[in-house]
């Protein structure tokens, strides 16, 4: 069997720049989206048709250049949210993000304090571009069974913070992807790592391929080259052949288009590579007749498919 669709959607953390250590830049700058999106990624995208969904955090929707770079976005995209727990009220941690590292899982605060913490992340948004978010990713891929149900109250319809073969691990505790499904799916109430009743939330996983002497191949430039993301695209093609429905995942940072303001790209040659193979892999999976989505447009062509 052959499916009868195959999508891709590109998730983008959207984030002040970084240091080559992870810290948050001190002082605080916002390259990646003042200029990154704008001179360097929409027109990638744009150019082969793809459609960008920018998911962004607190502190750029708390900064104007950034808001009015975004809400002047020329291309096809979609913008969502994203959340480091730390930087928000309820028990907000810094005042001053600058230089700030934090590793925090929001799947670990308390049910009620993790809740609000969305709430006021999704209010921030409405105010700001004035309308409803629908798609979310944790930061540092930490969700819980606790976030999916403040999601969905907050109407959201996608979540994309699985990670599929992956255990994410901070000082609370540790987040357990390794058994993760790898296409989306209804998250079970109880256990959101296993496909539940229909609900509005679904889960939609980055694109992951297993190996098994290293980590996952992600479907993600610099993480892997253009033959390896292929190899990525292959292996979901053939695997889920069965399926009428399926599903590709890119994920990566804004800051990885500014040098140094990532672990990854350091310099303008790197980053030109990046740009290259992102171009590359999204003008081949076109060639094979995938097609592009924004992520909130996945749950309707999911039931459609699906039933
Ligand atoms: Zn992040």
């Known amino acids: 069997m052959t499916p009868e669709k195959v999508i891709l959607s590109i998730t983008i953390d959207t984030e002040c720049d970084h ?6 830049s001190n002082p605080l700058t916002f390259h990646s989206i003042t200029q990154g999106i704008g001179s360097y ?10 459609i960008p969904t920018y998911l962004l955090t607190v502190e750029v ?5 950034c808001v009015a770079t975004l809400q002047a976005i020329d291309g096809i995209h979609e913008l969502g949210t994203h959340l480091h727990a730390a930087f928000i009220q309820p028990e907000k941690k810094y005042a001053d993000y600058a230089g700030v590292e934090c590793s925090e899982f929001q799947c670990f605060y308390p049910p009620d304090i993790e809740r609000q913490k969305l709430q006021r992340l999704t209010q921030l948004f409405v105010e700001q571009f004035g309308y409803q978010p629908r798609s979310f990713r944790a930061g ?4 819980g069974n606790n976030t999916f149900r403040s999601l969905e109250a907050l109407g959201y319809t996608v979540d ?13 505790g540790q987040v357990d992807y390794r058994h993760a499904l790898e296409q989306p799916y209804y998250p079970h109430d109880q256990n959101f790592l296993t496909q539940g009743e229909k609900r509005p939330l679904l889960e939609v996983p980055v694109s992951m391929k297993k190996r098994y002497m290293r980590g996952p191949q992600w479907f993600r430039p610099w993480f892997s080259s253009v033959s390896q993301m ?4 292959n292996y979901h093609l053939k695997h889920y052949a069965h399926q009428p429905l399926i599903v590709l995942n890119m994920m990566f940072h804004s800051m990885e288009v500014i040098p140094q303001a990532s672990p990854y790209p350091q310099n303008q040659k790197e980053v030109h590579q990046f740009l290259d193979d992102l171009s590359d892999i999204l003008h081949g999976c076109r060639q094979q007749g995938i097609e592009f989505c924004k992520a909130c447009d996945i749950p309707r062509l999911y039931q459609k498919y699906n039933g």
């Open 61 to 65: 929707m708390e900064n104007p250049a």
């Open 19 to 24: 240091s080559p250590s992870w810290a948050r």
């Open 230 to 233: 292929q190899k990525v695209v």
């Open 140 to 143: 540092r891929f930490g969700a």
């Open 41 to 50: 990624l929409q027109p990638v995208f744009n150019q082969a048709s793809a």
């Open 160 to 172: 994309c913070s699985v990670t599929p073969h992956l255990l994410w691990k901070e000082p609370r």
